[in-house]
C-alpha cells in the first residue's frame, strides 16, 4: 500500500511500508497506522489511542473545555511538534473517539491548517469535508472492519456488548454498522 502523496510538500518521503519515523510521512491511511502500531507493539484490539498518539510523537493533554467542544489538535508554538487536548469532562468513551478523531486530523490534514478545534461528532449533515474524513478515520481506527464484523458475530449483534469491547459509545457502533451496509440486530 502506497502512501498518497499530494504536491503540497514535494520533499516528503513517498514509501510502500510505514516508516518508523512517522514524522516522515505526510499522510498514514487506517491500515498504515495500524500495522505501525503493532510493529511499535500497542495494543490494536482495541486500540490504545494513547500509546498511539506517542508513538506518533504527539502530546496528550486532557483539560477541561466547554461541553460543545470534544477536543483539539494543534501544532506547538515551537513548530517541532503537535498537541491533542481533550474534553477531560467527556465520557472516556467519547474521548477515545476523540484521541482517534484528532488522530485523523493528524494523519489526513495537518499540512492544510495548524489547529483543529472539533465542537461535535456524527453531525454528517453539518460536517465539512475534513471533519466527516475525521470521524471516518476514526471509526475504521476504532473499530476496523474485519475485527468489528467478528464481534457483531460474537456479541449476537448486541449493539451494548460490541460498544463495550471496541471502548465507544453505542452511537458510533450504530454509525459504524450503518456504514458498513449492516443490518439486523439493531444495527439499523
Known sequence: MAFIRKNVKPNLVASSNVSDDSSSAETFTVAQLLELAK????????LDVQKLLSVLGVELLSVPMKDEISGVLSR??????????????HHPNRQRFTIAHEIGHYCRHRWQQKEFQDLNFFRNGESNPMEAEANRFASELL?????????VRLFAGSIEAIAQYFKVS???????????????????
Open 39 to 46: 510493529r511499535k507493539g500497542v495494543e490494536t484490539s482495541p
Open 76 to 89: 506547538l508554538e515551537n513548530k517541532d511538534g503537535w498537541v491533542v487536548k481533550v474534553n477531560a469532562l
Open 143 to 151: 473499530m476496523p472492519e474485519p475485527t468489528f464484523k467478528e464481534k
Open 170 to 188: 453505542t452511537l458510533a457502533v450504530r454509525v459504524r454498522a450503518k456504514n458498513l451496509g449492516m443490518k439486523g440486530h439493531g444495527l439499523e
